[in-house]
């Protein structure tokens, strides 16, 4: 079960649309279901009725974040990437930084000893 939990928390930080994508793939399963095994009426018509919401939840999220945060809807890892180049710069406009500078920015979480003859000075940088 963890492993589950975890797999819906990696694509839910992702991109902000991925959990009502999911939804959407699981209700149009049910409704293909219910009409692949002669269901009721009635259960045929609210799984088609599920499946037009979360359509229109998709489309007014989008929108909504279009407008006010379109961040979320990038990669984490896009994101992460344009951070450490506001951060540390371009080739054309960078700074002095160590290889340890832009693990840290890359991987917050990751905490990494590189050794010491990996680590340049900003004075050895120049050279």
Same mark, same amino acid.
């Given at each position: 079960?963890?492993?589950?939990?975890?797999?819906?928390?990696?694509?839910? %930080? &992702?991109?902000?649309?991925?959990?009502?994508?999911?939804? @959407?793939? =699981?209700?149009?399963?049910?409704?293909?279901? $219910?009409? !692949?095994?002669?269901?009721?009426?009635?259960?045929?018509?609210?799984?088609?009725?599920?499946?037009?919401?979360?359509?229109?939840?998709?489309?007014?999220?989008?929108?909504?974040?279009?407008?006010?945060?379109?961040?979320?809807? %990038? &990669?984490?890892?896009?994101?992460?990437?344009?951070?450490? @180049?506001? =951060?540390?710069?371009?080739?054309?406009?960078? $700074?002095? !930084?160590?290889?340890?500078?832009?693990?840290?920015?890359?991987?917050?979480?990751?905490?990494?000893?590189?050794?010491?003859?990996?680590?340049?000075?900003?004075?050895?940088?120049?050279?």
């Amino acid at each position: 079960m963890n492993y589950v939990a975890g797999v819906i928390a990696k694509i839910s %930080r &992702s991109n902000a649309l991925y959990p009502l994508l999911i939804s @959407l793939c =699981l209700t149009v399963s049910l409704s293909i279901a $219910t009409v !692949t095994f002669n269901a009721p009426l009635l259960i045929q018509v609210i799984s088609a009725i599920c499946v037009v919401a979360i359509i229109w939840k998709i489309v007014t999220s989008f929108d909504y974040l279009m407008r006010t945060n379109p961040n979320m809807l %990038r &990669s984490e890892t896009h994101v992460t990437q344009m951070k450490a @180049l506001e =951060l540390l710069g371009d080739n054309l406009h960078g $700074t002095s !930084t160590t290889p340890a500078d832009v693990i840290s920015i890359l991987n917050p979480h990751d905490v990494v000893e590189l050794p010491e003859e990996n680590q340049k000075k900003p004075e050895q940088l120049d050279e």
